[in-house]
C-alpha cells in the first residue's frame, strides 16, 4: 500500500544551522509529494511540491527533490530561524482510483535563538 | 481571498453527546476533506467530498459521519462522543478532486469530558 515515514522528532536545532528532514515513501505509479507545515495554533500550510521524479520544490528557503531511485522527498534549508519552530508534515498523492492524500507522522522542529 | 473557516474554534461536551462542525471551503474551491489530529495518532483522514457526494472515508467507525451541501460547505458530525474523540478536526478543501494541494482551515478543537 502507499505510505509515508518520515524522521521522528523532535528536532532541536540552533538559529542559523542546516536543517534536514528525511522523508521517504512507499507507492505505486508516480505520485505527488508535498511538505505541509503547521505552526502553533494553526492549520497545516502547503510548503512545498513536487509532481514528478527530479522536480525540485522550494519556498521560503525550503527545498525538496523527488527522488524517485531512493523514493524520497527530504526537506532541507540551509539557515534555520526562529521562526521556522513548527511541525513539518511529509505527504503524498498516489492518484490511484480511490486515493486520498497520505501524512507522514510530523516533525516537530524547535529552532535555539 | 477568505481561506478556509471552522465554527466552532473550541467546544466541550460530555460523553454520549452528539457535536457538529462546520466548514467553509475557499470559494470556488468543491472539494472537503475532514482529518481528525491527535497526539497519539498523529492526522488520520476521515472522509472527502466533492460535489456533495463522499468520495473517500477513512477506518472511523459510524458514528462519525458528514456532508456536503451544494454550496460546497461541509459539515461533520459525531455522535455518542467518547473520550477519545478528543482532538483537533481539521478541514481542508481543494479546488477539484484529488489536486493534492489541500488549503487547511485553524480546526475545531474538541473536548469530550
Known amino acids: 500500500g502507499n505510505s509515508v515515514t518520515q524522521m521522528e522528532g523532535p528536532v532541536t536545532l540552533s538559529e542559523e544551522a542546516f536543517l534536514t528532514i528525511n522523508c521517504t515513501y512507499t507507492?505505486?505509479?508516480?505520485?505527488?509529494l508535498f511538505w505541509y507545515v503547521q505552526y502553533p495554533g494553526e492549520g497545516l500550510q502547503l510548503l512545498l511540491k513536487?509532481?514528478?521524479?527530479?522536480d525540485k520544490g522550494s519556498n521560503k528557503g525550503f527545498e525538496a527533490t523527488y527522488r524517485k531511485e531512493t523514493t524520497s522527498f527530504h526537506l532541507e534549508k540551509g539557515s534555520v530561524q526562529v521562526s521556522d519552530s513548527a511541525v513539518y508534515f511529509c505527504?503524498?498523492?498516489?492518484?490511484?482510483?480511490?486515493?486520498?492524500?497520505?501524512f507522514g507522522s510530523g516533525t516537530r522542529l524547535s529552532i535555539r535563538p | 481571498k477568505a481561506g478556509v473557516t471552522q465554527t466552532p474554534r473550541y467546544l466541550i461536551k460530555t460523553r454520549g453527546q452528539q457535536v457538529t462542525l462546520s466548514c467553509s471551503p475557499i470559494?470556488?474551491?468543491?472539494?472537503v476533506s475532514w482529518y481528525q489530529q491527535t497526539p497519539g495518532q498523529g492526522l488520520q483522514f476521515l472522509f472527502e467530498?466533492?460535489?456533495?457526494?463522499?468520495?473517500n472515508k477513512g477506518n472511523f467507525p459510524g458514528r462519525f459521519s458528514g456532508r456536503q451541501f451544494s454550496n460546497s460547505r461541509s459539515e461533520m458530525n459525531v455522535s455518542t462522543l467518547e473520550l477519545g474523540d478528543s482532538a483537533l478536526y481539521l478541514c481542508?478543501?481543494?479546488?477539484?478532486?484529488?489536486?493534492?494541494?489541500?488549503?487547511f482551515g485553524e480546526g475545531s478543537r474538541l473536548t469530550v469530558l
Open positions: 507507492a505505486t505509479g508516480y505520485p505527488s
Open positions: 481542508a478543501s481543494q479546488r477539484d478532486y484529488n489536486t493534492g494541494e489541500l488549503f
Open positions: 513536487a509532481t514528478k521524479a527530479d
Open positions: 470559494s470556488g474551491h468543491r472539494s
Open positions: 467530498y466533492f460535489s456533495e457526494t463522499q468520495r
Open positions: 505527504a503524498l498523492n498516489p492518484y490511484s482510483s480511490a486515493s486520498k492524500i497520505i
